[in-house]
């Protein structure tokens, strides 16, 4: 018998009250098999999300199946029980190999990320459990799988922004987003659109995204890591959030623009294709390119996770690792500037800018393409 798993987990503090959910359906998902969920104390989102897989496959394994697809929308889940990331974290290492030995109790068994708006069964299961671990905690709750500043640097953040940043008016403390472009990858090297194709990071890649980290480790007071879902910019996030110590959360909002049947040609390949869509798009952030989206969809998307982030890290430095476009919208967005500045801004691979959000609707951008760490 052939089965799909759902699965999720979740802290609300990375680390703070935790829990996890998981489901199995019948290979057609037409009949709900199991569910399981469970509140698991203070932990990690990392741990919260393999011990969500543990249950869904030992739940599978219960009901005799034979096969199993696994969804998830943790993409380090994914990629490590696929074989194609490590195991490097202490607190992981054990949760791996017992999944891994549940695992192998299935004739056949496939891993897949999946974004979390289409694991909403196992995230509402996690969500349960979270609550009923919240409720064990006293009752402290956060926005989920948000990180909580650390008082005292909240406390040394506010001495140093009491002023109003400018001539904006604003006062208090901003939510400061780290903006770190990914590193390179082969698309990169020959300049070609790269959108949600999902290139690895090149050596060069890897050493630049590993610069970055040294540098934001050492300059320190950031609260969370937020990353796109793509391979390339998860590699640059997990580099820095090794060397913070903290976890990376996934934030689908934060993906390249699709660029559709331009993905993988150079400037001039596309040009010569579809000359007039191509012109049109280079002037009209309306347009979309064949298949793909327009860079308006990117920015209401790009606004979506701004809202989102701030809300849930209100005042605190949070570490964002995306793309050209999605860090373009952001500092559109923080020097409230018209469409024509996305094609005017440079930002080079794995250059580092910040923009901060004031709760008044104000805001202001501190740095553009730094890369003098590389």
């Avoid at 074989?83 to 999944?99: F, M, N």
């Avoid at 192998?104 to 349960?128: G, T, V």
């Avoid at 580099?239 to 934060?254: C, P, S, Y």
Wanted: glycine residues 8%.
């Amino acid at each position: 018998m052939d089965v799909v798993i759902e699965a999720d987990g979740g802290s609300r503090g990375n680390p703070g009250p935790a829990g996890y959910g998981a489901v199995v359906l019948s290979a057609d998902r037409s009949t709900v098999l199991a569910e399981s969920k469970q509140a698991i104390g203070r932990a990690t989102n990392n741990v919260a999300e393999y011990r969500g897989l543990i249950a869904g496959l030992d739940e599978a394994v219960k009901l005799g199946a034979t096969g199993a697809a696994v969804f998830m929308d943790s993409k380090l889940v994914v990629e490590q029980m696929s074989g194609r990331w490590k195991v490097k974290h202490p607190d992981l290492v054990e949760l791996h190999a017992q999944a891994r030995r549940l695992a192998s109790r299935f004739n056949r068994i496939s891993y897949q990320w999946i974004p979390r708006a289409r694991n909403s069964h196992a995230d509402r299961l996690a969500n349960e459990a979270m609550d009923a671990a919240a409720e064990a905690n006293g009752g402290v709750e956060n926005s989920e799988n948000s990180a909580v500043p650390d008082p005292d640097f909240a406390k040394n953040v506010a001495a140093q922004y009491e002023t109003s940043p400018g001539w904006t008016g604003a006062r208090g403390i901003p939510t400061r987003m780290l903006l770190l472009r990914h590193g390179q990858t082969e698309l990169s090297v020959n300049r070609r659109y790269s959108g949600h194709g999902n290139p690895e990071l090149t050596e060069l890649g890897r050493r630049q995204a590993a610069a970055a980290a040294r540098y934001l480790a050492q300059r320190g007071g950031i609260a969370a890591v937020i990353s796109s879902p793509l391979q390339r910019a998860y590699e640059t996030a997990a580099a820095a959030a090794k060397a913070l110590g903290l976890d990376v959360t996934v934030d689908d909002d934060l993906i390249e623009t699709d660029f559709g049947s331009w993905e993988g040609l150079t400037f001039s390949e596309a040009a010569e294709r579809d000359p007039e869509q191509h012109r049109r798009w280079l002037r009209d952030t309306s347009i979309t390119p064949p298949g793909g989206e327009s860079f308006d969809d990117v920015l209401e998307r790009v606004c979506r996770a701004r809202e989102r982030i701030i809300a849930a890290h209100q005042g605190a430095t949070v570490l964002l690792v995306s793309h050209v476009t999605p860090i373009k919208m952001l500092l559109r967005l923080a020097l409230d500037a018209g469409p024509g500045i996305l094609y005017r801004l440079h930002l080079d691979l794995a250059s580092l800018s910040i923009a901060e959000f004031y709760s008044d609707g104000a805001s202001s951008v501190r740095l553009v393409n730094q890369t003098n760490y590389l």
